[in-house]
């Protein structure tokens, strides 16, 4: 079983930089790929970003490459998403999920359903 806290959403201005952290429980967590999603009101959850469970490969979305990085502490149970250059469209609950690396194929890392484990989600708010 493994848990996810993540932390420092807010308000930011369009332009402006967040950097969002996912805390793990558990003494597995190099044993799973990380990824961030994130859903705006009245839309399906889409992909963001993942990161292999040693840190060695990540893939990002389209929409967020050259803005966003991905990355992670496995000392701390820690993955981080630093969001730089934020537009409004930016604006959706982020969450971070936990996709166990013995089962799940690193080609499939942008699908929701091969998550295991889902955080509650932290609010990022674009202003224009």
């Known amino acids: 079983q493994v848990q996810l806290v993540e932390s420092g959403g807010g308000l930011v201005q369009a332009g402006g930089s967040l950097r969002l952290s996912c805390a793990a429980s558990?003494?597995?967590?190099?044993?799973?790929?990380m990824g961030w999603f994130r859903q705006a009101p009245g839309k399906e959850r889409e992909f963001v970003t993942a990161?292999?469970?040693?840190?060695?490969?990540?893939y990002y979305a389209d929409s967020v490459k050259g803005r966003f990085a991905i990355s992670r502490d496995n000392a701390k149970n820690t993955v981080y998403l630093q969001m730089n250059s934020l537009k409004p469209e930016d604006a959706a609950v982020y969450f971070c999920?936990?996709?166990?690396?013995?089962?799940?194929?690193?080609?499939?890392?942008?699908?929701?359903?091969?998550?295991?484990?889902w955080g509650q989600g932290t609010q990022v708010t674009v202003s224009s």
């Open positions: 990161i292999s469970s040693g840190g060695g490969s990540t």
């Open positions: 999920a936990a996709s166990g690396a013995w089962k799940s194929s690193w080609s499939q890392t942008s699908v929701v359903s091969e998550y295991d484990y």
């Open positions: 558990g003494r597995t967590f190099s044993r799973y790929h």
